[in-house]
């Protein structure tokens, strides 16, 4: 018997809250920092009657903004449309979203997947307000309902069923969550529910080019749930593929963290129609018109900054980044915009030295791959971890002194261990670099008189070493110094100290 073949088909739907100052179509605020619940409400967001939506610009503009970016296509006439049904957090009894209009049509997101660089299709991104929040008690003896989430600003992002596994989902969703937060337009936290995920996936034959009934997994909180959920649908749905019993009609199915399955939660039959129809209380929009209340296309579009994945590939060309601090620079924008601008400071510094000669462009070319090695170091592997046990980050960090910092260490003016002391010192305790630096427990030896007779010492004590040495194998000069460095407890000025070992040893 021939062996069944099936491959896999993911779309996702992304709900993300917008940061605005005010809700989608009130006045009340949008502050995701707030605990105390039903206080950020007024008559609009509770659906009382007799009161009228007035639509948030700030809001179509941060869509705008992600549209633009992702190469979508924008409807220059728009409007919303009502979406019907009955549940306690909807106080209307209907939604206000899009339908057939949505704000951006297709767009796409590039990432770097298993199988290299994808370009993965949407299909729409829509502009909705968000529902009220249904809390549940543990022991399923009363719901209560929160408002302030009400009404907040959200955007549907639909991409095509063209995700091929779990993990590429994730990377998806990564990507997707980095970009929103370089563009500022939503702080994408899955933790607070500001970025959730349906994922919909189906199987079919391989070589098969018609879609079958899908599942969709609803509510996803987190990217370990996305891939879970999926990696469990796949194994289930491959089961009924090998039975025969593959799924005939649509289904949606719910994510059980704890028992880790999924379990199904109401089949295609029952899914409410929804009975769009076009908002009457609000009018349709109309971009020409946007244009003299500020909202321009063009100007969006020119004002769009450079995207993760681009910088990504620009910061490994400039500066021969390794692919691992590359991700970690990216994955936070404040990071990754300190450390280049501590790198045009460097090359500043740099090209005002005379270490080397020649032109500004050529003493930047010979040394920037090793200033940008010791500085993404420094602030990846050192003062971060440090910063982070204090319950700091890299906003507190003061770049000039980071910047004279990594002067010290590129100059070998300090041996490494001295400087992990001197980094927890300005850092942490918030000294003073120059009187650090003045006192004599720190101070650099960098006499001759005073260094002769230790290296001396250390050539008499390590016979075998000098003998590699002057065998040819002249790396092992690192070790002699090594030793000088802990007699003098890091302060001896390690080129100093290369430079006599050479000369005794010639
Ligand atoms: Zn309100």
């Given amino acids: 018997m021939k062996k069944l073949e099936l491959e896999t088909i993911i779309g996702l739907e992304i709900h993300l809250e917008i940061k605005t100052k005010s809700k989608l179509f009130c006045s009340c605020s949008n502050n995701t920092k707030l605990t105390e619940p039903n206080v950020q409400i007024c008559p609009i967001c509770l659906g009382q009657p007799g009161v009228l939506p007035v639509f948030n610009k700030e809001a179509l503009k941060n869509i705008l903004i992600l549209g633009l970016a992702l190469k979508g296509k924008i409807n220059l006439i728009s409007w919303f449309d009502r979406k019907n049904y009955f549940y306690p957090d909807l106080p209307k009894g209907y939604q206000i979203s899009q339908y057939s209009l949505p704000f951006i049509k297709g767009g796409c997101v590039e990432i770097d997947s298993v199988d290299g660089v ?63 937060r370089y563009l500022n337009i939503s702080e994408a936290d899955m933790e607070k529910g500001q970025f959730r995920c349906d994922a919909n996936i189906s199987l079919r034959p391989k070589g098969e080019k018609k879609y079958f009934p899908k599942t969709e997994i609803k509510n996803l909180n987190s990217f370990k749930a996305v891939g879970d959920a999926l990696e469990y649908e796949i194994i289930r749905q491959t089961k009924l593929w090998q039975e ?41 929009i109309d971009f020409n018109e946007l244009k003299k209340e500020d909202i321009d296309l063009e100007l969006l579009e020119k004002n769009i900054i450079e995207l993760p994945g681009t910088r990504k590939k620009r910061l490994i060309q400039m500066y021969n980044f390794s692919s691992v601090d590359a991700n970690i620079l990216i994955e936070n924008k404040g990071l990754v915009d300190f450390i280049e601008e501590a790198l045009v400071k460097l090359r500043e510094w740099i090209v005002s030295t005379d270490i080397i000669d020649g032109t500004e462009e050529e003493i930047w070319e010979t040394s920037k791959h090793q200033i940008s090695k010791v500085t993404a170091n420094w602030l990846i592997n050192r003062l971060l971890p440090l910063l982070k046990k204090d319950g700091k980050n890299e906003k507190d960090i003061s770049l000039e002194k980071f910047v004279e910092f990594i002067v010290l ?47 001396r010492e250390v050539i008499k004590n390590n016979q075998d070493t000098v003998d590699k040495y002057k065998q040819g194998k002249h790396q092992v000069v690192q070790y002699l110094i090594g030793q000088v460095m802990k007699k003098t407890n890091g302060q001896a000025n390690p080129k100093l100290v290369q430079e006599l070992f050479e000369k005794e040893l010639s």
């Fill in 118 to 180: 994808r370009k993965i299709s949407l299909e729409r991104i829509h502009l909705e307000e968000d529902t009220a929040k249904l809390i549940h008690s543990s022991d399923d003896q009363w719901s209560s309902l929160d408002f302030n989430r009400a009404g907040v600003p959200l955007m549907e992002i639909v991409t095509e069923p063209c995700l091929k596994s779990p993990i590429e989902a994730k990377i998806f969703l990564q990507e997707l969550r980095t970009i929103a």
């Fill in 244 to 284: 025969k019993k593959q799924p005939k009609i649509s289904s949606t199915r719910g994510w059980d963290e704890k028992k880790k399955n999924t379990y199904p939660q109401r089949s295609k039959e029952d899914v409410q129609d929804y009975r769009y129809f076009p908002e009457p209380d609000l009018p349709s």
């Fill in 409 to 455: 260490i590129y100059e070998k003016k300090i041996s490494s261990t001295l400087a992990q002391t001197i980094l927890e010192r300005i850092f942490v305790k918030d000294e003073n670099l120059s009187q650090i630096m003045d006192h004599p427990s720190v101070k650099q030896i960098d006499s001759e008189d005073n260094l002769i007779d230790i290296v």
